[in-house]
């Protein structure tokens, strides 16, 4: 999704906002920029600034209507056996995020618990794989008991995450975790390696998925 960019300016005094497709303000003119042109929408040289103010909402959400086609909704399984899938998960490969940074050997461990939540626990090594283990614990619970596919995750109340299972192995033995917007992906499997053939194949589901596969990194995993 292209982002766009709002820009406001009066004299040498400028602001931006993020968003939509770029807004151009200056001293005599509104205009919408597109394509890198401006395209004029009103001569605004008698009008002061208060007013000008006015007009910024009307043209923010003219700027926000202007959508580049989106693909389509990320799909997952067709059913989870929730008691199937618990266990450990060793991280094959990963999209890069801050709260990752550092992280090698990274697994994550799932159960069962008494409310029919499941218990979390990711750990890493940090910098090496003789490095400290770091730990998180969490909790997760399904929010499509049809498919036991899309779970929410959270670490720290008050915030949770999607955590939606977009491919599994016949016998479970590896499972890609993704995110509705596609910013967040993980290749897990039940040993710390995966065969390149496997992996291959999941890369090219992933393409069909519309993900850019080319973010993934690999994990350094211990070797048993």
């Not at 499972?175 to 910013?183: D, F, I, L, M, S």
Request: charged share 20%; with cysteine.
């Amino acid at each position: 999704m292209a982002w766009c960019h709002y820009a406001f300016r009066w004299n040498r005094l400028s602001f931006r906002l993020g968003m939509a497709s770029l807004c151009h303000f200056e001293d005599t003119h509104i205009g919408l920029r597109m394509k890198g042109k401006v395209i004029p929408m009103m001569n605004i040289s008698a009008f002061d600034h208060l007013f000008i103010l006015a007009l910024i909402p009307v043209i923010l959400l003219a700027c926000a209507s202007l959508k580049e086609p989106s693909v389509p909704p990320l799909e997952v399984v067709s059913y989870v056996d929730l008691k199937r899938y618990i266990g450990t998960w060793y991280e094959i490969a990963r999209f890069p995020h801050g709260f990752q940074e550092g992280c090698v050997g990274s697994r994550a461990t799932y159960t069962l618990l008494e409310d029919g939540k499941i218990g979390v626990i990711n750990q890493c090594y940090k910098g090496s794989l003789n490095g400290e283990i770091s730990s998180v614990q969490g909790k997760a619970w399904v929010t499509e008991t049809k498919t036991n596919a899309k779970l929410k995750v959270r670490f720290f109340w008050p915030f949770t995450g999607d955590y939606w299972i977009i491919d599994l192995g016949e016998n479970y033995e590896y499972a890609v975790v993704g995110h509705p917007n596609r910013q967040y992906l993980w290749i897990l499997s039940r040993a710390p390696e995966m065969d390149e053939a496997l992996y291959d194949r999941i890369l090219k589901k992933l393409r069909d998925q519309f993900y850019d596969v080319s973010k993934l990194s690999k994990t350094l995993q211990l070797r048993k």
